[in-house]
């Protein structure tokens, strides 16, 4: 079955401008995770939804990252007025209940490169 | 605080070598505790998790809260288990995982 989907795979960006991350999680997927990965380091959280509800958003950097999954499935990371520093990897996971023991299913990822 | 450290960016061994990658935390209470591996190419996948107590693809990790370690081992290595590792950690509200910075295993014939 088609696992999480991630677009676009790369997205360079100048500094200043917004940019849109979309995420297509496994269907039927009630949990899903955006996490941001920079160079030589692990995945760090940014925010969790619950179907259409954001649960957690504690881990994004600033106000310029936005995140929304309104209808429960598809989610999109807005980020306005991209900084260098947002230069990464964000990755998308879903996961089939609402409990974070359950697997994690990630996505390809999207890697952001802000000139 | 909540933490995972990995203290080795990289390990590397000879096929049939054992292996043991080293995880600790920092929780307050019961952890969760998880393996995630990263294969060249691939994208990131749970290998194990320690509620699970199972061994995959001959990996065991034990939880020592003594030691607030969680170390993953495999008796022989194989050059097929040449990948990113990273340990990680549910965080107290059940949102997500925290992941350490990971080690890159690489085994050789």
């Known amino acids: 079955g088609a696992g999480v989907s991630q677009s676009p795979r790369y997205k360079v960006a100048k500094r200043g401008q917004d940019v849109a991350l979309r995420c297509d999680p496994i269907s039927g997927h009630v949990s899903l995770f955006w996490y941001q990965q920079a160079l030589g380091q692990g995945p760090e959280f940014l925010t969790y939804f619950q179907n259409e509800a954001q649960l957690d958003k504690s881990g994004l950097p600033s106000d310029r990252f936005f995140a929304e999954r309104p209808e429960g499935s598809v989610s999109t990371l807005k980020i306005q007025r991209t900084q260098q520093e947002d230069s990464a990897v964000y990755l998308c996971?879903?996961?089939?209940?609402?409990?974070?023991?359950?697997?994690?299913?990630f996505g390809p990822g999207t890697r952001l490169t802000v000139t | 605080a909540q933490r995972v450290t990995q203290p080795e960016k990289l390990l590397s061994v000879f096929k049939g070598a054992p292996v043991e990658l080293k995880c600790n935390y920092s929780y307050s209470g019961s952890p969760e505790l998880f393996w995630y591996v990263q294969y060249s190419r691939q994208r990131l996948q749970l290998l194990l998790r320690?509620?699970s107590r199972e061994s995959i693809k001959g990996f065991t990790a034990d939880l020592n809260k003594g030691e607030t370690s969680f170390h993953l081992k495999k008796p022989f290595a194989q050059e097929e288990d040449s990948a990113m590792y990273y340990c990680a950690l549910a965080n107290q509200a059940g949102t997500a995982l925290i992941f350490g910075k990971g080690t890159t295993l690489s085994v050789s014939s």
């Open positions: 996971a879903s996961s089939r209940d609402r409990d974070v023991i359950y697997e994690q299913y």
């Open positions: 320690h509620i």
